[in-house]
């Protein structure tokens, strides 16, 4: 020790003087340190040996103090708070656990690691082809990028975000893709959701399978799924509903809870909010409608004003509409059928109309059951009924008239407010300004040059022309010819009258041929009279032979001229075409159908009434009537020969009402304004009997999302709700299928919780035994 101290005081004699002479700074193999330096040390081959400590065994270290870490080969500085590794390839936060470093990779590509909170997160790296890769490391390969994007991910995988707030708060959601400020922000649990645009899809917390593209596309939806939106705000305000398909700025922009429905275009079904099955392609289609439903619209604001103002559940529904404008100003009307640009386009609340054809009924405002088929066909019509045309421009100046039927190139063009006409043909009845006419034309003939001209009032047939009837019918004649005299006047006019005298000995007036009857004749006779079924007048100058009446047979086993038999009254059996004698009070054959044709003069009006009836009258008729507006056979009940009207009625569909006058329910086989009384009724249901329900892949609706659903719409899913009920009826096949569904559903929710019931039993029998050990 002693010697140690002697050395000491020799080296510091020797250096004192040179550490005075460099002003107190030191060199090292230098004798002219640098001035800004204490310690210069200068070599060319050799380095600076700092202490070799771990950091870890320095106590109290003071700032700016350096050692080197064997255990890792690392150079260390403190800071004046924690270690920091001097290291030339990374970049290191103050507490060392977040750093980015350069990987120098020998014989491969190098590549950038990321690492936070002392986790590898993502390394960058270029590919074989030499573009940038990034590449996660670690959790469920989700990808995001932006502003708290995914950052309340706890269990979802396979996500993608991009964009501030993208996906924000999605916890448990998988297969998400969300691009934009702030969409699916607020998706949960939500999976296979995809959001392109600023606010998509932003409050979806558990809606599946939806797909949005565009700024605020389905923006409040919450658990709404397999919805589609693409466009600006497209199903913005959209909750709960599924299964839509938006294309379109503000399509399907309020419906809140409506599914099934498709929008394309610019505020197409902008208004709808619960209605489902609503079809509207072209800007502004059906944008009015909110609640009605299966509506069809295709077109430049086809259907636009639908709905508007409407008091009742019916107004408004049933429309189709394909052609831009076509039903445009339609609020309240239903049912109601248009093709075409402007097709029914200023129709209010006109019901049952088809217009097929640019500018079809263009004009019509209300009114019911017109039908045209055309290009401007009933184009001036406003108000009138039950018209039916067909052809360019048919009726095309028409505007009250009602039940016209017109068939052909501008038939009836010129016709402004005539009613009950029927023009056939091209240009028929063009210049006819009146009503009740008949025309057969092809051209715009008057009535004295029309092939065929008649008046429906006067009972007037006029043929311009040569007429030939060659039919075959059955108990049918081949010209039929009535004359009826108003009361109280006289007229030996004949109904058939055949003039041609050509000269004489020539000419024959009227000829009839038939297999049976050549001519036939009859006088139904009022008063008591005398009357002639058949009477023949014939003259002559003397020595002619003239014959009144001249009948000829031949070529059979019994041929008679004419025959007879007393005044056609028969006290007897009645037989008509049978070979031998009638069965029955009245037998009638034929070799082919109608046997029998009980037919009315018209074909708006009752015919072929049976009455049978008690000597008191009282009894029952049958009877086809065309006069209703669904033509129909009707049985009338009569008491004492009052009339208790319609009691059945059966449409030519073959649809039977029972105390229903007429209109029977539309799709229905069998109507009924009244009770039922039977010992059994059988219904064939048309859908799958829910024993689904009781399969393992069934999926039961979790009790608290059951309480969820009838808190919310006061009805279990599934059951339709009251308003439904009252508005539509219910389809028995259907409710009992869906009823029996709930049954089931119900049996697996008391299973379920007599399964929990047990095991609370259990775990209270443990407590009870534990709780006994206890005392």
């Not at 020797?14 to 700074?25: G, I, K, S």
Request: proline share 2%; hydrophobic share 35%.
């Amino acid at each position: 020790m002693q010697r140690l101290r002697y050395s000491l005081a020799i080296l510091l004699s020797c250096l004192l003087p040179n550490l005075l002479l460099a002003q107190q700074n030191v060199g090292i193999g230098t004798t002219t340190p640098n001035s800004s330096a204490m310690l210069d040390i200068v070599s060319t081959t050799k380095g600076v040996l700092i202490p070799r400590a771990e950091t870890s065994a320095i106590s109290s270290p003071v700032a700016g103090l350096i050692v080197y870490q064997p255990s890792d080969n690392s150079v260390y500085y403190h800071n004046g708070t924690v270690w920091q590794k001097l290291s030339g390839g990374s970049i290191v936060d103050a507490d060392g656990d977040t750093r980015v470093t350069a990987l120098n990779a020998t014989g491969s590509v190098d590549s950038i690691l990321f690492e936070i909170d002392s986790q590898k997160k993502l390394v960058l790296k270029r590919n074989p082809a030499g573009d940038l890769m990034m590449e996660p490391i670690g959790g469920g390969l989700n990808t995001f990028h932006g502003i708290d994007a995914g950052q309340s991910l706890d269990f979802g995988s396979f996500n993608s975000g991009f964009g501030a707030f993208a996906l924000k708060t999605n916890q448990n959601g998988n297969f998400n893709t969300g691009i934009g400020y702030e969409s699916l922000t607020g998706n949960t649990g939500g999976a296979m959701n995809t959001a392109l645009g600023a606010s998509s899809l932003s409050l979806n917390s558990y809606g599946n399978f939806n797909t949005a593209n565009g700024v605020s596309a389905l923006q409040l939806n919450i658990t709404g799924s397999y919805n589609v939106a693409s466009g600006f705000n497209a199903l913005r305000t959209n909750s709960e509903g599924y299964n839509n398909t938006s294309i379109g700025a503000n399509a399907l922009w309020a419906n809140t809870m409506g599914s099934g429905n498709v929008a394309a275009g610019s505020k197409a079904l902008y208004n709808n909010t619960t209605a489902n099955g609503n079809v509207a392609i072209g800007r502004d289609a059906l944008g009015s409608t909110t609640t009605h439903e299966h509506l069809v619209a295709i077109g430049d604001s086809a259907l636009y004003f639908n709905q508007t103002g409407f008091t009742s559940a019916v107004d408004g529904e049933g429309n189709t509409a394909v052609g831009s404008r076509a039903l445009l100003k339609n609020t309240i009307g239903s049912y109601n059928t248009a093709f075409g640009w402007d097709a029914l386009k200023n129709n209010i609340n006109g019901t049952y109309h088809t217009a097929l054809g640019t500018g079809a009924l263009r004009s019509q405002q209300d009114g019911f059951g017109n039908t045209a088929v055309g290009v401007q066909a009933l184009y001036a019509h406003t108000t009138g009924n039950a018209n039916t045309v067909v052809g360019l421009e048919s009726f095309g100046s028409n505007t009250f008239g009602s039940s016209n039927i017109g068939l052909g190139w501008r038939s009836g063009f010129n016709n402004i407010i005539g009613s009950y006409n029927i023009f056939i043909g091209t240009q028929a009845g063009n210049n006819e300004l009146g009503s009740n006419k008949l025309y057969l034309e092809n051209s715009s003939a008057d009535a004295t040059q029309a092939l065929i001209y008649g008046e429906f009032d006067n009972n007037l047939l006029r043929v311009n022309g040569n007429m030939e009837v060659n039919i075959y019918a059955p108990a049918k004649p081949g010209v039929r010819s009535i004359i009826q005299a108003p009361s109280g006047t006289y007229s030996d006019v004949p109904g058939v009258y055949g003039e041609n005298i050509i000269d004489d000995y020539y000419g024959i007036g009227v000829h009839g041929k038939g297999g049976y009857y050549g001519v036939v004749g009859e006088a139904p006779g009022t008063s008591t009279g005398v009357y002639t079924g058949v009477r023949g007048v014939a003259s002559g100058l003397s020595g002619a032979q003239t014959y009144g009446v001249y009948g000829e047979a031949s070529g059979g086993s019994v041929n008679y001229g004419g025959y007879f038999v007393g005044n056609g009254h028969f006290s007897g059996a009645l037989g008509i075409g049978i070979g031998g004698s009638p069965s029955e009070q009245l037998q009638i054959f034929a070799t082919d159908d109608p046997t029998i044709l009980i037919q009315s003069d018209g074909v708006d009006e009752v015919s072929g009434k049976l009455a049978m009836r008690q000597s008191n009258l009282t009894g029952v008729d049958m009877f086809y009537d065309g006069q209703s507006s669904a033509d129909a056979i009707v049985f009338e009940t009569f008491i004492n020969g009052t009339s208790q009207g319609r009691k059945m009625t059966m449409d030519l569909s073959g649809n039977v009402g029972i105390g229903i006058t007429e209109n029977i329910a539309t799709g229905h086989k069998l109507s009924v304004n009244g009770k039922i009384a039977c010992t059994e009724v059988r219904v064939q249901p048309q859908n799958e009997w829910p024993d689904y329900v009781f399969a393992e892949d069934y999926t039961l609706m979790p009790l608290d999302e059951l309480k969820s659903s009838i808190e919310a719409s006061n009805h279990l899913p599934g059951i339709p709700s009251a308003k439904e009920v009252q508005a539509e009826g219910i389809q028995l096949g259907d409710m009992q299928i869906r009823m029996m569904e709930k049954l089931e559903e119900m049996t697996l929710y008391i299973l379920q919780l007599n399964e929990e019931i047990k095991t609370l039993k259990q775990e209270n029998l443990k407590q009870a035994e534990v709780l006994a050990k206890l005392k």
